[in-house]
Structures are given as C-alpha cells and as structure tokens.
C-alpha cells in the first residue's frame, strides 16, 4: 500500500472487473451467434477492446511494470506463476489475432470463418477469465506483500504514465467507453 492507499495491484484489479464484464458481453455475443443472429460490429469493437485495453493497456502494465519489479525481488520469469501468465498472454494474443483474422470473412458469409470466430471468441473468454482468476487470487496476492513502500509508490507512478497514454489513438477512458457499448448492447443480455 501506498500512501494514496494504492497497491501494487489495486489499478490491475480494477481493470481485471472491466476485462471480465467484456468477457460476459462476449459471452453474450456468441449465445446470440449460436442462434445465427451475428453482431459483427460488436465482435469488432470486443477485438478493439482486446488489443488496446486488455493487451497493450493492462497486459503491457503487468509485462513491463509489475513483473519485473516482481524479478528483482527474487521471483522467477521462467518458472513458477510469472512464466504461467505471460505463456497465458501469448495464447490469448493468439486468439485475438485469429478472432480478427475471421472477421472480415465471416462478415461476408463464410461459414468456416464464423466457427474460427466464434471458438477463438470462446477460448479466449475461458482463458481470460481463468488467467484473472489466478492473478486475483494468487500472483497479486504475491505481490501486495512483496511490493511496498517506495517501490510500491514508484510503481504506481509508472502505471500512471502508461495509463495517460493512447493506444492506436484512443485514451483509457474511451476504451473503457467502448467495453460499455459492449456490455450494454441492445438485446446483450
Ligand atoms: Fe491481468
């Protein structure tokens, strides 16, 4: 804790409630593309959200700020919970970029496309609501203990900073509003 009251998680926690709510959206999505009834734009929009907020936003946050400072107080990139999570990042990576990679295609009708899409959609709502699951429970609770005091101060500047950033043009709090159109698309849930 900092002497704002902030920890070394708080902020990452915070957006883990957003990233669960698109997933719910996502969720919501794909029972509506069972049925047959698609809402491409919003299968956009989640892929957008994805990229930018989940990824280069949070995942770029605990990649570059709160591992390493994790590392430097002795736990292990390779083994151990670090290295699940960022082998967890790579696959959900990989499921976005198969998500984004059917949209198009199946946009225009090609069946084959809308299953890639729909089972990337799936696995990475499973993986990404697992992987939460783990950081909330486990690795955050690692490092509330592990990271305090001036260390936890600086690392809640830093996070500042990367949360002031764009992303591909868009600021924080218009991603934020983009996860709202989301999950309160009409007929959503
Ligand atoms: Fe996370």
């Known amino acids: 804790m900092n002497q704002g009251g902030e920890s070394a ?3 990452l926690r915070e957006e883990h409630q957003l990233i669960l709510q698109v997933a719910d959206g996502m969720q919501a999505l794909l029972a509506d593309a069972a049925e047959e009834s698609w809402d491409f734009d919003a299968f956009g929009d989640c892929i957008t959200f994805i990229r930018l907020f989940a990824d280069a936003c949070h995942h770029g946050k605990e990649e570059d700020l709160l591992f390493p400072t994790l590392e430097k107080a002795g736990m292990s990139r390779q083994q151990g919970p670090i290295a699940v999570m960022l082998e967890e990042h790579r696959i959900g990576r990989q499921y976005v970029r198969f998500m984004s990679e059917a949209l ?3 946009r225009a009708g090609d069946t084959e496309a809308r299953a890639r899409l729909a089972n990337s959609a799936r696995g990475y709502v499973e993986l990404i ?6 950081e909330d429970n486990v690795l955050f609770n ?3 203990h592990v990271v305090r ?3 936890c101060d600086s690392l809640c500047v830093a996070y500042g ?3 002031g950033r764009r992303f591909e043009g868009h600021s924080k709090d ?3 509003a983009l996860a ?5 698309r009409p007929g959503g849930d």
């Open 9 to 11: 998680t708080s902020r």
């Open 129 to 134: 609501r697992a992987h939460i699951m783990k």
């Open 142 to 144: 690692m490092a509330d």
């Open 180 to 184: 709202e159109r989301i999950t309160r």
């Open 161 to 163: 900073a990367v949360c």
């Open 149 to 151: 005091g001036s260390n």
């Open 174 to 176: 218009e991603l934020a």
């Open 104 to 106: 198009e295609p199946a």
